[in-house]
């Protein structure tokens, strides 16, 4: 794609060409020759923006642990195989497939993990994912935490419960998840 529309700036092979000439082609099916006025994509946000920044392999090498590093639960499979051949490698699963929500219970001296990650030892939530996986980038995870808090509303429940352990130590806590089944679940 060396080439672009002289208008818009869309990108475009030689091939696509649907005027002019090779030496000074022309493109139509992007804005019909400047006919239609195509908005300028937007900045992404700074976090999107970070995600993309070439700067960042480690995060783009690790999505699926830094993705599994802040699910709230495990998942757990009946049976399991794997097909390991050449092309796409497929995982194949026998009977049911659940997410398991884990004990709420920290053992002594356990770092806590997937929901508990959230509610126990809050101030230094951080710091223990990483302990789990020490290639982790704290700026990264403390970024993908903010966007967590802001947006995901199961964390913020998860904050309030946290915020309780820490203001009254000795009541017990409980969070409570309700599942309504429909046509989708
Ligand atoms: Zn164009």
């Known amino acids: 794609m060396d080439k672009a529309c002289e208008f818009c700036g869309a990108r475009f092979w030689i091939e696509e060409r ?6 000074q082609p022309a493109y139509t099916k992007c804005c019909a020759g400047g006919k239609v006025a195509i908005p300028r994509i937007c900045s992404p946000p700074d976090f999107l923006a970070m995600l993309r920044d070439v700067r960042n392999g480690g995060l783009r090498k690790n999505i699926r642990s830094y993705n599994a590093a802040f699910a709230f639960t495990s998942t757990r499979v009946q049976s399991i195989g794997f097909e390991l051949g050449p092309g796409v490698h497929t995982y194949r ?3 049911g497939y659940y997410h398991m929500i884990g004990g709420m219970e920290l053992e002594d001296g356990q770092i ?10 809050a101030a230094n939530e951080v710091q223990n994912r990483q302990l789990r996986n020490p290639n982790f980038s704290q700026v990264t995870l403390m970024a993908i935490r903010d966007i967590l808090g802001r947006y995901n509303p199961y964390v913020r429940v998860f904050e309030r419960a946290a915020d ?3 203001t009254h130590p000795t009541e017990e806590v409980r969070v409570v998840l309700t599942v309504t089944r429909n046509h989708n679940s």
């Open 112 to 121: 806590p993990r997937f929901l508990q990650a959230y509610v126990y030892d």
């Open 164 to 166: 309780r352990l820490v």
């Open 93 to 95: 699963v026998h009977g």
């Open 18 to 23: 649907t005027g002019g000439s090779v030496r």
